[in-house]
């Protein structure tokens, strides 16, 4: 009975009770009927299924309000000298708002393109990272995944995060990207088209849209030291080499700052774990002293 308890007191994961599996017995030999060895877990521990209606409208209000952001993406870009059929392509086929910002900003700002590319490239790599957290939350068919990546980016897995069961999860993250998607492509398709209208797209400080949408969505992230202090370092080395290097070098130089840390904090602790151990080295020393007398 104590191991039954056990196992009962013991939670499955992420919220889910654990299942014996198949042929498992009690202590009286008994074998337990309907046991399975699969657990499902849920997408996040604890907290109680939201309403769909409720996931749908917290989805919307993000699709719309970033997606809105799209027409400064379309004037920035057609400030920057690309034509609509360029600035249109990089929100169909890219479609993360912060790497293409950085590309039309530093092309704006007569960087080298490949620089420019580069550094956008870097930006949108934090996708990858989404991609594997989400790939577990939404196990979606195999046949679905490819079409689905391309809605990973910022937004979505924010909205995806905060759901609390597998179908919250995929509602959100559906319903983020395809409102995102739509209004982003059209908006930067108005953009494009009114930039003459508009004139001189820097009076009106659109460029600046982009990275206030991106920061705002950073900001509530950075809950540990280690992520504020990596933004901190960042933030210190981008601003401090803008006017030294080319367009688009300075975001490269200031992606060091993640690993800079790591360094610094894995040395740290290593040099903790070397005076533990040259402590407890000195105390069994002390200790055979004490006996040998």
Do not use: H
């Not at 479609?95 to 092309?107: D, E, I, K, N, Y």
Request: net charge positive; glycine share 14%; charged share 15%.
């Amino acid at each position: 009975m104590a191991e039954q308890t056990a196992s009962a007191d013991r939670p499955g994961t992420a919220g889910i009770p654990a299942r014996s599996a198949p042929g498992t017995r009690d202590e009286n030999g008994t074998a337990v009927q309907g046991a399975t060895s699969r657990t499902e877990p849920a997408p996040t521990p604890g907290g109680e299924p939201k309403p769909d209606s409720a996931v749908v409208r917290d989805a919307l209000g993000v699709g719309i309000a970033v997606g809105l952001s799209g027409f400064a993406f379309g004037v920035t870009s057609a400030g920057a000298g690309l034509t609509l059929l360029q600035s249109c392509a990089l929100s169909l086929l890219v479609f993360t708002g912060a790497s293409q910002f950085a590309l039309v900003g530093a092309l704006a700002a007569g960087g080298n393109p490949l620089t420019a590319a580069a550094g956008a490239f870097f930006l949108g790599v934090r996708n990858t990272f989404y991609g594997l957290r989400l790939s577990q939350l939404l196990a979606l068919p195999r046949y679905v995944r490819p079409f689905a990546a391309q809605w990973v980016i910022d937004e979505t897995t924010a909205v995806a995060l905060a759901q609390p069961t597998r179908r919250g999860v995929r509602i959100g993250f559906t319903v983020t990207g395809l409102t995102l998607y739509v209004l982003w492509n059209l908006t930067t398709l108005l953009g494009a088209l009114g930039a003459e209208a508009i004139g001189d797209t820097d009076a009106w400080g659109l460029d600046a849209a982009g990275p206030a949408c991106f920061l705002a969505l950073l900001a509530p992230m950075l809950r540990t030291t280690r992520e504020r202090a990596v933004a901190a370092i960042a933030v210190v080395l981008g601003l401090g080499f803008l006017p030294l290097l080319p367009a688009g070098v300075p975001v490269l130089i200031a992606a060091l700052a993640a690993p800079a840390v790591l360094w610094f904090e894995g040395r740290r602790a290593g040099r903790g774990t070397a005076g533990e151990s040259a402590g407890e080295s000195g105390r069994g020393t002390t200790d055979r002293k004490g006996t040998d007398r």
